[in-house]
């Protein structure tokens, strides 16, 4: 079967790091109540790094790892729920930082699953366009310009950070995919943006989006709601991804999902039937870093020894939208 090598990785985190203590100074919370609800110790957040930049950064590091001209780069598919602008694209942007003069690019939204749909789109053109040599994708995000720090429940959960991947066809290799979504969850996550507005507006022409009532463009998230989702998410889309190729779970040599929370991780591994041992989790280090999670932890496992030639790998990410999605690999 056509699959994909994955050449060289890199990732990126702004220099700022926050700490669960650092939270008490502004909200009733503390080290314990963060750590046993989450599993999350850390994160780093954006000082002023824009979303293009810590994009730009990564992409070099996984084209310098890959050892490739950033010319040869045919696509470069961009993933954030959190851009600099509505256009130019980040993929635009990460373009002009690299100089990939002959590359295409393409911005998408997947939330938190971004990066699985992003590879498994950069698979499809690779097969798809023989002169096409290699494709970057980039997942960037700033989560923190839409955190809303005075809600204690959430604004603990997220990071800034970016990761990219270079990848190439292969003609013959392990590989398999299930992607999907659930629009009617949409509601339990989002984040508004600028809403219509115009001179000739009189507002007749409201519709009602059946969400909860928000005015800020800050991230909200029903937990339960959610919880509920990525704990059936995360098993379905990898059992899915398995049984198109017929292959069994328990052969994969890592897996690494969307760092949201040790909990949900925990509980899909115990539904799956699968040693959690098999799973990288970095999110202590991180939290949750949206589309950016599951490559920040594939370019560390890589970078700690954790995968190696030949290791079958998962990647499986869920997220808002509501999205959902796994790839299965050779590396």
């Not at 079967?1 to 502004?26: A, C, H, W």
């Not at 290699?134 to 204690?152: M, W």
């Not at 996550?189 to 009602?208: C, K, Q, W, Y």
Request: hydrophobic share 40%.
């Amino acid at each position: 079967m056509p699959g994909i090598r994955i050449l060289g990785t890199g990732s990126y985190q702004p220099q700022k790091k926050v700490v669960n203590e650092d939270f008490t100074s502004f909200i009733e919370t503390s080290d314990e109540w963060i750590t046993t609800r989450t599993g999350m110790k850390e994160r780093f957040v954006s000082n002023g790094e824009p979303t293009w930049f810590m994009g730009s950064q990564a992409a070099k590091e996984a084209i310098a790892s890959a050892g490739i001209s950033p010319e040869d780069i045919g696509i470069i598919i961009d993933t954030s729920v959190s851009p600099d602008y509505y256009t130019p694209s980040m993929s635009c942007m990460v373009q002009r930082e690299i100089g990939a003069v002959n590359a295409m690019t393409i911005d998408v939204n997947c939330a938190c699953a971004g990066c699985v749909y992003a590879i498994d789109m950069a698979k499809r053109y690779l097969q798809t366009d023989e002169n096409m040599k290699y494709a970057l994708v980039v997942a960037n995000e700033n989560l923190t310009k839409i955190t809303d720090y005075t809600d204690r429940s959430t604004c603990v959960l997220f990071g800034d950070g970016a990761a990219a991947v270079v990848i190439e066809r292969a003609d013959d290799g392990l590989y398999s995919s299930y992607l999907g979504a659930d629009g009617n969850g949409a509601k339990y996550l989002f984040a508004r943006s600028i809403p219509p507005a115009n001179a000739f507006m009189t507002g007749e022409g409201r519709v009602d989006d059946g969400f909860p009532e928000s005015n800020s463009h800050y991230l909200y998230q029903d937990g339960r709601e959610v919880y509920k989702f990525a704990t059936k998410a995360l098993p379905n889309a990898l059992t899915k991804a398995a049984e198109k190729i017929d292959f069994d779970l328990n052969e994969l040599d890592v897996i690494i999902p969307h760092q949201a929370n040790v909990r949900i991780i925990e509980t899909a591994a115990k539904n799956l039937g699968v040693s959690m041992e098999k799973f990288f989790v970095n999110l202590d280090k991180h939290a949750n870093t949206s589309s950016a999670s599951i490559p920040i932890a594939l370019d560390e496992a890589l970078k700690a020894g954790k995968i190696k030639k030949g290791d079958k790998v998962g990647l499986v990410g869920f997220g808002a939208g509501l999205t959902f999605g796994a790839i299965i690999f050779e590396f």
